[in-house]
């Protein structure tokens, strides 16, 4: 089982979809998650910082299901300029800060 | 400002030269890392260093030698690639070397090696 699963897509939504990226992850230490969203050839971009249980801001809402291992990301009114690879990452304690990647979901946001 | 810079921006090398890939950062962060990156894959992480000390060493072949030469800059010293070599190397920076910091991550140099 991989570190870090998530659905590798390419998901195809019209503008102004809602689109919903999961994540889940198999070390229980587990502490700190994160998305990142990584554009063509570009470098990748903290996008979100996940805590603890959900948090919104604008069109975006992110959840941390402890429990269940499990990281979401929820885009509402999706625009052309999300179209994007979103990259789920887990660290660790005791991983000093080594970061595990998802294989990254491919968002295409079409007209 | 979250600002990572690398230069240079591409390189195409031989398999017998030697070239160094810079990285910069001047947000006070004390831990920095390189990583490499293939298409259509996420980044693999390569090197970790803290408080300018090598901290994490990722089974990298010697032909990479990364330095710290002061808590700003990052090099990796490259002798010797492979065509397999060829990718996309990644800096990024955070706070800490600790579990709850963000990293950031620079532009990348983008590697060919013919």
């Known amino acids: 089982r991989k570190e870090v699963e998530q659905d590798p897509g390419p998901f195809n939504v019209p503008e102004g979809a809602t689109v919903a990226f999961n994540c889940t992850y198999s070390n229980s230490a587990s502490q700190s998650f994160f998305w990142y969203r990584q554009d063509g050839r570009k470098e990748p971009r903290l996008l979100w910082a996940v805590y603890s249980g959900g948090s919104e801001d604008g069109r975006f809402t992110a959840q941390l299901n402890r429990a269940s291992q499990y990281i979401s990301l929820l885009i509402r009114d999706s625009k052309l300029s999300d179209s994007a690879t979103y990259l789920c990452?887990?660290?660790?304690?005791?991983?000093?800060?080594?970061?595990?990647f998802g294989t990254g979901t491919q968002l295409k946001v079409e007209l | 400002d979250t600002e990572v810079t690398q230069t240079p921006k591409h390189l195409v090398m031989g398999m017998t030269n030697k070239k160094s890939l810079k990285c910069e950062q001047h947000?006070?962060?004390?831990?920095m890392y390189w990583y490499k990156q293939k298409a259509k894959k996420p980044p693999e992480l390569m090197f970790v260093?803290?408080?300018?000390?090598?901290?994490i060493n990722e089974s990298v072949p010697s032909r990479f030698s990364p330095e710290c030469p002061n808590s700003s800059l990052l090099n990796l010293h490259l002798h010797a690639l492979q065509p397999e070599d060829s990718a996309l190397y990644l800096c990024?920076?955070?706070?800490?070397?600790?579990?709850?910091?963000?990293?950031?991550f620079g532009p990348g140099t983008r590697l060919t090696v013919t």
């Open positions: 947000m006070g962060h004390r831990a």
């Open positions: 990024a920076s955070s706070q800490d070397k600790l579990a709850d910091y963000e990293q950031y």
């Open positions: 990452v887990v660290s660790f304690t005791g991983g000093g800060n080594k970061l595990t």
């Open positions: 260093y803290s408080y300018e000390k090598l901290s």
